[in-house]
């Protein structure tokens, strides 16, 4: 009686054309005759002796790739998934600017201009560092540093003015602390 393993082999040929016919690609298909032929030998003691090895192989080998297309389908649904989501992050969503809390564009006057400058162009105008930084003269991680400051310096400002609102992210902000700021709080030493 013949070796499982050299009755498999026998057949390879056989089993890649058959896989070659059920996949995309002729590596996949070289991958999944030879993931099936480990779990035919892990599996050998399955085998029973009135059985066609060849058959049985056959039967690992269809499983092997159905169990391909059901990972080619997850990934594929991952994917999907995943490209939503990021153009979702990436698009502008006219809601999400229409909730640009007017308190912090009153404000930005109250800033040293080169801070201004700085929110207006990256965080509302969406000009990238790099073009920025060409434009200003100045290092990116020059410029980084300065955009935190300006953004810290405007934090400050809104805490100031607006209390609950700028801790809750100024989402439907109420306040009137744009035309307030001015006359409650004196922001024109522009630290």
């Known amino acids: 009686m013949k070796t499982l393993e050299t009755s498999l082999l026998e057949h390879l040929s056989e089993f890649l054309a058959f896989a070659r016919k059920r996949l995309s690609s002729p590596e996949l298909a070289a991958d999944a005759v030879?993931?099936?032929?480990?779990?035919?030998?892990?599996?050998s003691g399955e085998l029973r002796e009135d059985e066609s090895a060849k058959a049985w192989f056959y039967r690992i080998l269809r499983r092997t790739i159905i169990d391909l297309y059901r990972r080619d389908d997850v990934?594929?649904?991952?994917?999907?998934?995943?490209?939503?989501?990021?153009?979702?992050?990436?698009?502008?969503?006219?809601?999400?600017?229409?909730?640009?809390?007017?308190?912090?564009?009153?404000?930005?006057?109250?800033?040293?201009?080169?801070?201004?400058?700085?929110?207006?162009?990256?965080?509302?105008?969406?000009?990238?560092?790099?073009?920025?930084?060409?434009?200003?003269?100045?290092?990116?991680?020059?410029?980084?540093?300065?955009?935190?400051?300006?953004?810290?310096?405007?934090?400050?400002?809104?805490?100031?003015?607006?209390?609950?609102?700028?801790?809750?992210?100024?989402l439907d902000c109420t306040c009137d602390a744009p035309s307030q700021a001015h006359d409650n709080h004196n922001f024109n030493g522009r630290n």
């Open 75 to 170: 990934h594929a649904r991952a994917v999907e998934k995943l490209k939503v989501e990021l153009e979702q992050q990436v698009t502008p969503d006219a809601e999400e600017d229409r909730v640009t809390c007017q308190c912090m564009k009153a404000l930005l006057p109250t800033l040293k201009p080169e801070y201004a400058e700085l929110i207006e162009r990256l965080d509302l105008g969406g000009e990238s560092t790099d073009e920025a930084s060409a434009r200003l003269g100045i290092t990116r991680n020059n410029l980084i540093v300065r955009h935190h400051r300006a953004r810290q310096q405007l934090r400050e400002r809104l805490e100031l003015s607006c209390q609950s609102c700028a801790t809750h992210g100024c």
């Open 34 to 43: 030879q993931e099936s032929l480990l779990k035919a030998l892990r599996s």
